[in-house]
């Protein structure tokens, strides 16, 4: 099971920064790839970012890429989604998820076994 968390409120004006944490229990995160995924309102769930079991490698959609960081404490049994410079269209509900994706550079959830249950972040303009 995953219990995820936002630092800070899920409300931030743009060009502000909020991170998201998921812990897991019942499981070892260090078995699995993490992803975070997210899904605006009256849109399908997209891939956000991919990070490796052992964290040395890590991929981004090109709407984040550079904003935001994907991170894991596998001692903590913990992944973080650092978002900085937030735009109104980062707006969503945001998902952790842990598998064995054959391509995480997809950012598909193919392959994806445990979800958390998502976290509301507002980006007002």
């Known amino acids: 099971m995953f219990s995820c968390r936002r630092s800070g409120g899920g409300l931030v004006q743009a060009g502000g920064s909020l991170r998201l944490s998921c812990a897991a229990s019942?499981?070892?995160?260090?078995?699995?790839?993490i992803g975070w995924f997210r899904q605006a309102p009256g849109k399908e769930r997209e891939g956000v970012a991919c990070?490796?079991?052992?964290?040395?490698?890590?991929y981004y959609a090109d709407s984040v890429k550079g904003r935001f960081t994907i991170s894991r404490d596998n001692a903590k049994n913990t992944v973080y989604l650092q978002m900085n410079s937030l735009k109104p269209e980062d707006t969503a509900v945001y998902y952790c998820?842990?598998?064995?994706?054959?391509?995480?550079?997809?950012?598909?959830?193919?392959?994806?076994?445990?979800w958390g249950k998502g976290t509301q972040v507002t980006v007002s303009s």
């Open positions: 998820a842990a598998g064995s994706p054959r391509r995480p550079s997809l950012l598909g959830e193919d392959g994806m076994d445990y």
């Open positions: 019942g499981f070892a995160l260090d078995y699995y790839a």
């Open positions: 990070i490796s079991r052992s964290g040395g490698s890590t």
